[in-house]
């Protein structure tokens, strides 16, 4: 198993542009989960996915950032436009089933907004 | 009140001794209670999880749960360097009747493991 895919694992932009991280879950896990992970607050959920269906996005910082899920395999997190406070490490995790049992985390996209 | 709350340390422990993390949550309603180790620069990854009080035991691990006090603990025997990282508490709450199970994550206590 290959584990949760994410890309890029390292960005760096300039302020106002648009950003895109990618994720490809665990197959067979219907669960999907974007976090943000920073010194000060942690990690915090964003919003997570269950079969494909948003079904909370309640930690989505504001309407700069929006996710899509078009399907099982695939998801991204969009940030347009950037500034830099977005700085941060972004994860995508996957479980199987409803909620949140054991999460597997994908490597994470380092994001630098200057 | 945070709704899960840790020490972000650093604990500093010598090598063989017992490390002891911390972790208490707000939400009374809270089912279920997991330990994260993430070493710096990787993603977090799931050591233990308890759902029931009273103490579970893993290896050199041991989760500890008390809802009446709402806190639930990690201990590691015989700590190793190779411990020497950041230990994420994570709470879930069933947040309506669909089941859906909200997550969230302590600061993470950094363990220092000396030599």
């Known amino acids: 198993d290959a584990g949760v895919i994410q890309s890029p694992r390292h960005e760096v932009t300039e302020m106002g542009q648009e950003v895109t991280l990618r994720c490809k879950p665990i197959?067979?896990?219907?669960?999907l989960f974007w976090y943000r992970q920073t010194m000060m607050r942690g990690l915090e959920l964003l919003i997570y996915?269950?079969?494909?269906?948003?079904?909370?996005d309640s930690g989505m910082p504001e309407d700069r950032f929006s996710a899509k899920m078009p399907n099982a395999s695939f998801s991204t997190l969009k940030i347009q436009p950037s500034e830099p406070r977005d700085s941060a490490v972004y994860f995508c995790?996957?479980?199987?089933?409803?909620?949140?049992?054991?999460?597997?985390f994908g490597p994470g996209t380092r994001l630098t907004v200057t | 009140q945070k709704e899960v709350e840790q020490n972000s340390g650093p604990l500093s422990v010598p090598e063989g001794a017992i490390a002891s993390l911390n972790c208490t949550y707000s939400?009374?309603?809270?089912?279920?209670f997991f330990w994260y180790r993430q070493y710096s620069g990787k993603s977090p990854e799931l050591i233990m999880f308890?759902?029931?009080?009273g103490d579970k035991e893993d290896g050199r691990f041991t989760a500890q749960l008390n809802k009446a006090s709402q806190y639930v603990s990690l201990l590691i025997r015989d700590s190793q360097p190779s411990d020497s990282a950041t230990y994420l508490c994570?709470?879930?709450?069933?947040?309506?009747?669909?089941?859906?199970?909200?997550?969230?994550f302590g600061i993470g206590t950094k363990l220092q493991v000396i030599p």
């Open positions: 995790a996957s479980s199987r089933g409803q909620g949140a049992h054991e999460q597997y």
């Open positions: 197959s067979g896990h219907n669960s």
């Open positions: 996915f269950n079969n494909n269906v948003p079904i909370d």
């Open positions: 939400d009374r309603g809270s089912q279920s």
């Open positions: 308890i759902y029931s009080n």
């Open positions: 994570a709470v879930n709450l069933i947040m309506n009747s669909g089941g859906y199970q909200k997550v969230t």
